[in-house]
């Protein structure tokens, strides 16, 4: 791989020339039209990146802020922003949901948390594109209280035998592995009995089924575990202290740390509403122009706000995920709005298109119908409120009743529960 450069200014601007002159050697650029990221991608979009991936790899830009000791360069969030910069206008690897998930909050939860041994097994094959990953970890039963797992890993002699259902798994018929939440203690409180497992999507016991969105797509699925075996090797961190790695993976689920540090700052004016705009002849309309507008400006805040997060939670200790959902929070609220602003913008041929029609055409109608989702997913916009209400601002937290009480009594009375408090 490349050698590393320094983490000064000088060394930023070395590795900017030396990726620009990478990218230009080795990929080729991407046409007008061509989508660079989105939620769902087929399964030979998918296979066409691993061999992708695998070449950023051997070139020294995948995981430029990985450990070296695992396949990664060791350099920071600053040079991942300036390759992020240089790339935009080639074709780089994108595996849908399942690569998001795959490069952010798991291998980082991976990285804290996991055993060297661990680690040396699975990172490299994750940044050379061989293994994808996606979480098993929401339930029909625990969504918002994630601490609700009813997923139950079994110790059996040296193994663990896995049993529950997951749901809006991203990528899971994609995935190689999930990293999955079970629960491996009954009789403590619900947040004290949880244990993460790696497991293999192909593993005998395992069924995933992809759920069809509004949009057409599959980008989320329900998984089935019946029977599943694991060994202690596939641990992820320490047994019945899965929620202080969950509470690393809800860091960067909810777009903060060091991995969120590649966005690049949105200096140029909205150009797929100025494109809009123009395509349906409202360029000089008060009404667009004020929409192109307050859309840029709510962009440049939100990437702001998410270098404010990112400075914040590095200097912590520890992890802090009601500070990350201040990101989360203003990405399920303005969404929406810039959802209904490319509306507001094209109208009827923002929601239309011909027949045969490029990515460019359906983008708006598919962000439209999405526009609520990250309102949704990774916790709703009311449970970041509450977090940061109680961790953050200190008000009082709302009333509890089984926070303290063992899990298998909590599901019991959850069954002779009439309704009545106290």
């Known amino acids: 791989m490349t050698d590393e450069v320094s983490d000064g200014a000088s060394g930023l601007d070395e590795f900017r020339a030396e990726a620009r002159a990478w990218l230009?050697?080795?990929?080729?650029?991407?046409?007008?039209?061509?989508?660079?990221?989105?939620?769902?991608?087929?399964?030979?979009?998918?296979?066409?990146?691993?061999?992708?991936?695998?070449?950023?790899?051997?070139?020294?830009?995948?995981?430029?802020?990985?450990?070296?000791?695992?396949?990664?360069?060791?350099?920071?969030?600053?040079?991942?922003?300036?390759?992020?910069?240089?790339?935009r206008g080639y074709l780089t690897p994108h595996f849908g949901g399942a690569g998001h998930v795959t490069f952010t909050a798991i291998a980082r939860s991976m990285l804290a948390h996991a055993s060297p041994e661990f680690l040396r097994r699975h990172i490299p094959p994750i940044l050379k594109g061989e293994r994808l990953w996606c979480q098993f970890y929401s339930e029909p039963e625990a969504g918002s209280d994630l601490a609700g797992i009813r997923t139950t890993a079994r110790r059996e002699g040296d193994r663990w035998v896995l049993n529950g259902s997951k749901i809006w798994s991203t990528g899971a018929h994609q995935a190689d592995y999930a990293m999955c939440l079970a629960r491996t203690d009954w009789d403590v409180p619900k947040h004290r009995g949880l244990t993460w497992f790696a497991v293999p999507t192909d593993a005998r016991g395992v069924t995933v089924r992809p759920i069809r969105q509004i949009n057409g797509e599959s980008g989320f699925c329900e998984a089935f575990l019946d029977d599943v075996v694991v060994s202690d090797e596939d641990i992820i961190g320490e047994v019945n202290q899965g929620w202080s790695v969950a509470q690393t993976m809800l860091v960067y689920e909810r777009g903060a740390g060091s991995s969120g540090g590649a966005r690049v700052e949105p200096r140029v004016l909205a150009p797929e509403l100025v494109a809009l705009a123009r395509k349906v002849g409202r360029l000089d309309d008060p009404l667009a122009r004020q929409a192109i507008a307050r859309a840029h400006v709510n962009e440049f805040a939100q990437y702001?706000?998410?270098?404010?997060?990112?400075?914040?939670?590095?200097?912590?200790?520890?992890?802090?995920?009601?500070?990350?959902?201040?990101?989360?929070?203003?990405?399920?609220?303005?969404?929406?709005?810039?959802?209904?602003?490319?509306?507001?913008?094209?109208?009827?041929?923002?929601?239309?298109?011909?027949?045969?029609?490029?990515?460019?055409?359906?983008?708006?109608?598919?962000?439209?119908?999405?526009?609520?989702?990250?309102?949704?997913?990774?916790?709703?916009?009311?449970?970041?409120?509450?977090?940061?209400?109680?961790?953050?601002?200190?008000?009082?937290?709302?009333?509890?009743?089984?926070?303290?009480?063992?899990?298998?009594?909590?599901?019991?009375?959850?069954?002779?529960?009439?309704?009545?408090?106290?």
């Open 304 to 422: 702001h706000l998410g270098l404010r997060i990112a400075a914040r939670l590095r200097s912590s200790a520890t992890p802090q995920p009601a500070v990350a959902a201040y990101g989360k929070l203003a990405a399920g609220v303005l969404s929406p709005i810039r959802a209904r602003l490319t509306v507001e913008i094209g109208g009827a041929e923002a929601l239309t298109w011909p027949r045969g029609a490029d990515e460019t055409a359906t983008q708006p109608a598919t962000s439209y119908l999405n526009g609520r989702m990250v309102a949704i997913a990774a916790g709703t916009n009311e449970v970041q409120r509450n977090g940061i209400g109680e961790r953050v601002l200190g008000l009082p937290r709302e009333p509890s009743f089984d926070a303290r009480k063992p899990f298998r009594d909590v599901v019991r009375d959850a069954r002779t529960w009439d309704g009545r408090i106290g």
């Open 24 to 87: 230009a050697a080795n990929l080729e650029r991407r046409p007008a039209g061509v989508r660079d990221g989105g939620e769902a991608r087929g399964d030979e979009e998918v296979a066409a990146a691993r061999p992708l991936q695998r070449k950023l790899f051997d070139g020294g830009y995948a995981g430029l802020s990985f450990p070296r000791e695992y396949g990664g360069r060791g350099l920071t969030g600053h040079h991942e922003r300036v390759f992020v910069e240089e790339s």
